[in-house]
Structure formats: structure tokens, C-alpha cells
């Protein structure tokens, strides 16, 4: 099995919270996971908003960073998934950053896991609903 994820599942896998059980099966499984590229700016803007905000210690932010590097994720180029994400953003009314994650989904016909709530319930009375999977929802 194969699947586009985001930021939302992957901070779970270091993070404990909500979700974070679930999300960690996905990680130890045998599922191909990919992503735009874009994804290591949003966990690194995540962390560092951690990190100041003292959520986290700076030796766990960089243990965390250092284990995402890591972490078997395919990342596709973003100037590939740019335009199709601008028209997806514009359309679905949703971030454009959301956006390349459904455009890659729907570039490589594969379901796009999030634990983002915002954007899942943005999109569950949209055509590109049947892309999306609820974390929850990973069998």
C-alpha cells in the first residue's frame, strides 16, 4: 500500500498526541509513503515553533529532526505539483501548502492521509473527498 501523508501524521510519529497510536502503525508498516517536498519546511516550521514556544527542548527538537531525515518518505519535487495546487487552492478554498499534498495525491492516484481535521472537514462535501483518508479511517 502507498500513500501521500503530511506533516499531521508524521509529527504524531515523535509527538505523542491524539492520533499518535495509529499514525505510529503507519510508520512501522510496509506502506510506501510519500510527499511533496515541501513537507520539510512545514516539520521544520513546526519543531521551531515548538522549540520557542518551550513545548519541546532543543535536544529533542534536533533528536526529532534528525529522525524525520531519516524517515522512508519519497518527496516529490514541488514545481511539479505548483500549478495544479494554486488551481486546487483556489477552487477548494483551502491553503495552498494543503493544496500540493491533494495535488500529488491526485498525480499519482493515491489517497492523501491526514490528521488534520481543518482541512479533511473542508473537503468532505468536495469532489476530492474520495482521495482523503481520515487517520482513524487507516485499515
Do not use: C
Not at 39 to 56: A, C, D, Q
Amino acid at each position: 500500500m502507498a500513500y501521500i501523508i503530511d506533516a499531521s501524521v508524521i509529527l504524531k510519529w515523535f509527538i505523542p498526541e491524539e492520533h499518535s497510536e495509529r499514525a505510529l502503525r503507519l510508520k512501522d508498516s510496509d506502506a510506501r509513503l510519500h510527499a511533496p517536498a515541501f513537507l520539510t519546511l512545514e516539520v521544520g516550521h513546526v519543531l521551531s515553533k515548538k522549540r520557542r514556544r518551550g513545548e519541546l527542548a532543543a535536544q529533542d527538537t534536533e533528536d526529532i529532526w534528525r529522525a524525520f531525515r531519516r524517515a522512508p518518505i519519497r518527496r516529490h519535487a514541488d514545481e511539479t505539483l505548483v500549478l495544479a495546487a494554486f488551481d486546487l487552492a483556489n477552487h477548494t478554498k483551502q491553503s495552498l501548502y494543503d493544496s500540493l499534498y491533494l495535488a500529488l495525491a491526485m498525480q499519482l492516484d493515491l489517497s492523501f492521509l491526514t490528521a488534520d481535521r481543518k482541512f479533511y472537514n473542508g473537503l468532505q462535501h468536495s469532489e476530492y473527498h474520495r482521495r482523503l483518508l481520515w487517520i482513524e479511517d487507516l485499515t
